[in-house]
């Protein structure tokens, strides 16, 4: 049975279709990630799935609520059971660290102040940031700041954790570091997990299964090895990093043979 | 002709759908409010709602008796000029009493606060939504409106009327300390002409205004944050519209008011 289920989603920004006819069902325990290029979808498949904004056909059943249609109340619900660590991670600047983490269980649990303190603490010393919980945001690296922003999103222990691009902008080793927190979190806590990335190296490293995003629509949706055998050409560029010939577009092509012509008659 | 009744549709209908969300955001922000209040809301919304206060108010108090005394000084000025003309020097602390009481003290609170906080709103609900962290809000469960608005909207409502009697207070200073030096009228007896002259009704007409601006300045001023779109460009813009917007509508809703205490007045 799917934790997350997605339902010929479809899409549109003023009359653009971004999303297509999407269909994904996320398994419980796994780590699915999303792939695909600048552009492809990815970013509005995830605000779609965290109900920040509606659909103009489909449906999404979180733990068998279909956010796409419940009232704000379940949403709170279903909101309680995942946790998020956005892109740019998201943390209040106006309070530090351990603030940060502490604030879903100050305003959503009836927990004492000291039994707090332990939780939050715990939760930065399963990221690595137990010593650096009175530093504010501004005062952390691209990397602790992301790793923050995982122990916010495991503050109320989820039973879905969504991270948004968590190694974009972040040098290889700190990349390669939350990798393995992630691992680690699915070992240890039986997470589901869903990583959009376009980190080829990462997503091969964390992923139980991949689906690849292009163009509004899923090209391939498997393991890694059938990721790796799919014969898409979309998908076969994709992994052989084969690069857009922007001078084969036609418009393009025409425009430098016109523009080679014309120095030819100066000349 | 056609063309020019196009765009003034168009404007127009941009213009009530702002109003409508105006409206739309009020009424979701007075739900909101009973949280923030002291003993029966949320501690931290309280303390947020404080802290806004000592920004909008302790923070803004020699920006606001600044312009006040100037005011005072140049209404004072200005009114002698002629009245001394007619021997009616002594009508220059009506002047000043009654104009700042009704008129002058609200709406130079109201414009400081537009500069200061309405400004400081947009730009910090701006920032927060660039950086993602209405949307982390959100899915942490929480409403932005509770969580955002509602502290600064009561912060605002407290301290702009409090701001106005300061105005009020030192705009008849400066009439004073003018009256002193030109004609040396004693401030003591000054005060005593100023309380003959000035009914409870003028100030409690000018606090009901003042009341109108806060609500504006502080609902303009987070909408247009909220309403942000993109990079940190559209957040300078919406700081820029914060300040145009609130400071028109607080004149035309000066306007209003003063004309519905005149017909009252005259019944």
């Not at chain 1, 269980?105 to 650096?132: N, Q």
């Not at chain 1, 222990?157 to 948004?164: A, C, G, H, K, Q």
């Not at chain 2, 979701?28 to 909008?56: C, D, F, K, Y």
Request: hydrophobic share 50%; charged share 20%; proline share 3%.
């Amino acid at each position: 049975m799917a934790i997350i289920s997605i339902r010929d989603l479809v899409v549109e920004y003023d009359g653009r279709r971004v999303l297509d006819g999407v269909e994904l069902d996320i398994e419980p325990g796994e780590i699915m990630v999303l792939l695909g290029g600048s552009g492809s979808g990815k970013s509005t498949l995830l605000r779609q799935i965290l109900a920040l904004e509606r659909p103009r056909a489909g449906s999404i059943l979180v733990k068998d609520t279909d956010i796409t249609r419940c009232s704000q109340a379940d949403l709170k619900g279903v909101y309680r059971s995942i946790g998020v660590a956005f892109q740019s991670a998201a943390l209040f600047n106006s309070l530090s660290v351990e603030e940060n983490v502490a604030l879903n269980l100050r305003e959503h649990t009836a927990l004492a102040p000291t039994i707090i303190d332990l939780i939050v603490w715990m939760k930065l010393a399963v990221v690595g940031l137990a010593e650096f919980g009175k530093l504010h945001p501004q005062e952390l690296s691209g990397g602790m700041k992301k790793r923050a922003a995982v122990a916010r999103a495991l503050s109320l222990d989820p039973e879905i954790l969504v991270l948004d691009e968590p190694s974009a902008g972040l040098d290889p080793i700190v990349a390669a570091e939350l990798d393995e927190l992630i691992l680690f979190l699915k070992e240890t806590f039986q997470i589901t997990a869903l990583v959009v990335t376009h980190e080829m190296a990462s997503a091969f490293r964390i992923a139980d299964r991949i689906a690849m995003l292009s163009e509004g629509k899923f090209l391939a949706v498997g393991t890694k090895d059938e990721i790796r055998a799919c014969q898409h050409p979309r998908v076969q560029q994709f992994l052989n990093r084969v690069p857009d010939n922007p001078v084969r577009a036609p418009a393009v092509a025409a425009y430098l043979e016109r523009y080679v012509r014309s120095e030819e008659a100066n000349l | 002709m056609a063309n020019v009744l196009e765009i003034a549709g168009r404007e127009t209908l941009a213009e009530l759908d702002y109003v409508g969300r105006l409206n739309i955001q009020l009424w979701a922000t007075l739900r909101a409010m009973r949280r923030s209040l002291p003993l029966i809301g949320n501690r931290h919304r309280w303390h947020a709602a404080v802290q806004q206060m000592l920004e909008i108010g302790v923070d803004a108090l020699p920006m606001v008796a600044l312009l006040a005394m100037c005011s005072g000084f140049i209404l004072a000025m200005q009114g002698a000029s002629e009245l001394r003309r007619f021997g009616a020097l002594h009508y220059v602390i009506d002047l000043v009493a009654i104009s700042f009481t009704r008129e002058l003290g609200p709406l130079i609170t109201a414009i400081a606060v537009c500069g200061r906080s309405g400004s400081a709103f947009a730009a910090e609900i701006g920032t927060m939504k660039v950086t993602e962290e209405i949307d982390a809000l959100k899915v942490m469960a929480f409403d932005p409106v509770e969580f955002v608005l509602a502290p600064k909207y009561l912060a605002a409502l407290v301290a702009v009327p409090c701001l106005s009697i300061v105005s009020n207070l030192f705009g008849i200073l400066a009439g004073g300390l003018f009256m002193f030096f030109s004609t040396h009228l004693a401030l003591l007896l000054y005060f005593k002409y100023v309380m003959v002259s000035i009914a409870l009704r003028d100030v409690v007409a000018g606090l009901i205004k003042s009341l109108a601006f806060a609500t504006i300045v502080a609902h303009v001023g987070c909408l247009e944050g909220f309403r942000v779109r993109g990079g940190p460009d559209a957040v300078g813009r919406s700081t820029t519209m914060a300040v145009v917007r609130s400071t028109f509508m607080v004149i035309v809703a000066d306007a209003v008011f003063t004309a519905i205490f005149y017909f009252v007045g005259q019944m």
